[in-house]
């Protein structure tokens, strides 16, 4: 029986810089070795909005003001019998500051401020490098985005 798995990220930026999480501190996780924007899947109930908020505060003690919405990612057979769907945002009005202690003992990985023009230089799930292109549309999409083993496959898009 295939599952569906709901999840949310989001590109904070401040100053020219996004903070990225490089993954390497969970046991089995898929993007293990990778740099990701902040985010996680859903717990009962929640909205995208919802979800995005919390995680955003559980993984980086920050206070998400105003989120804007860019659109939704299906990944089909993204992990073993499942299917995830993403709802990506970014955020450039928060309140805190991400705490020296917290950049290096995120329970995931490690938090960096990556400049912006080198965001995309990073390690990261080929996937990303495309839909983060899509970010400065300033449009909506729906879209598809298939990896074999890793591996991306093919992808597509609608903009609205």
């Known amino acids: 029986m295939k599952i569906t798995r709901l999840t949310t990220i989001?590109?904070?930026?401040?100053?020219?810089?996004?903070l990225m999480l490089y993954r390497n501190r969970k046991k089995n996780d898929i993007h293990e070795g990778k740099y990701v924007g902040i985010g996680g899947k859903f717990e009962p109930g929640e909205t995208p909005e919802e979800c995005i908020s919390r995680e955003i505060t559980e993984e980086t003690g920050l206070v998400a003001n105003k989120l804007k919405y860019h659109g939704l990612i299906s990944f089909p057979d993204f992990?073993?019998?499942?299917?995830w769907y993403m709802f990506l945002f970014s955020c450039r009005d928060f309140e805190g500051e991400?705490?020296?202690?917290?950049?290096?003992?995120?329970?995931?990985g490690k938090l960096v401020w990556v400049e912006n023009e080198k965001v995309l230089d990073l390690n990261m799930w080929d996937g990303d490098r495309i839909f983060m292109e899509w970010l400065v549309t300033g449009k909506i999409f729906n879209a598809k985005i298939?990896?074999?083993?890793?591996?991306?496959?093919?992808?597509?898009?609608d903009f609205y």
């Open 10 to 18: 989001c590109y904070i930026e401040k100053d020219g810089k996004t």
């Open 79 to 83: 992990k073993e019998g499942e299917d």
């Open 98 to 108: 991400v705490s020296e202690e917290r950049m290096n003992e995120c329970p995931e």
């Open 146 to 157: 298939e990896y074999e083993d890793g591996i991306l496959k093919k992808y597509s898009v």
